[in-house]
């Protein structure tokens, strides 16, 4: 994964491009670590919060705590954000250098939600 830091941020990349978003950061990550993803809606990229939550309880469940490689976290920024959990941290776009960074759990934004899959 350490490959993935650093990549800039590109709406709709994938990070084959050298380059990525934060909803194919998740789903690169969840793949290197042979895990499911949610069915990929083309509509989360306009959608509402509240859309995006109702599709990822769909394919999981919220976790509060005991978070493992490949969660998926849900961060509010300047509107919200897709993560993934790796390393006891978080693989995100940062906000201030516009490119995939990690970030300590300790860290994490108060405002952060956590899922896992249910097959997981």
């Given at each position: 994964?350490?490959?993935?830091?650093?990549?800039?941020?590109?709406?709709?990349?994938?990070?084959?491009?050298?380059?990525t978003d934060?909803?194919?950061?998740?789903?690169?990550?969840?793949?290197?670590?042979?895990?499911?993803?949610?069915?990929?809606?083309?509509?989360?990229?306009?959608?509402?919060?509240?859309?995006?939550?109702?599709?990822l309880l769909?394919?999981?469940?919220?976790?509060?705590?005991?978070?493992?490689?490949?969660?998926?976290?849900?961060?509010?920024?300047?509107?919200?954000?897709?993560?993934?959990?790796?390393?006891?941290?978080?693989?995100?776009?940062?906000?201030?250098?516009?490119?995939?960074?990690?970030?300590?759990?300790?860290?994490?934004?108060?405002?952060?939600?956590?899922?896992?899959?249910?097959?997981?």
């Open positions: 994964m350490l490959d993935l830091i650093g990549l800039p941020y590109e709406l709709g990349a994938h990070p084959n491009s050298g380059k934060c909803i194919n950061l998740v789903y690169e990550v969840r793949s290197r670590l042979g895990l499911s993803c949610p069915p990929l809606q083309a509509d989360w990229y306009t959608a509402s919060r509240i859309t995006v939550l109702r599709a769909t394919w999981g469940g919220e976790v509060d705590s005991s978070l493992y490689d490949g969660d998926v976290a849900l961060a509010s920024q300047s509107d919200w954000a897709f993560g993934v959990v790796w390393q006891t941290g978080i693989l995100q776009i940062s906000e201030l250098s516009k490119a995939v960074a990690w970030f300590p759990l300790a860290s994490k934004p108060s405002r952060c939600r956590f899922f896992r899959g249910k097959s997981n």
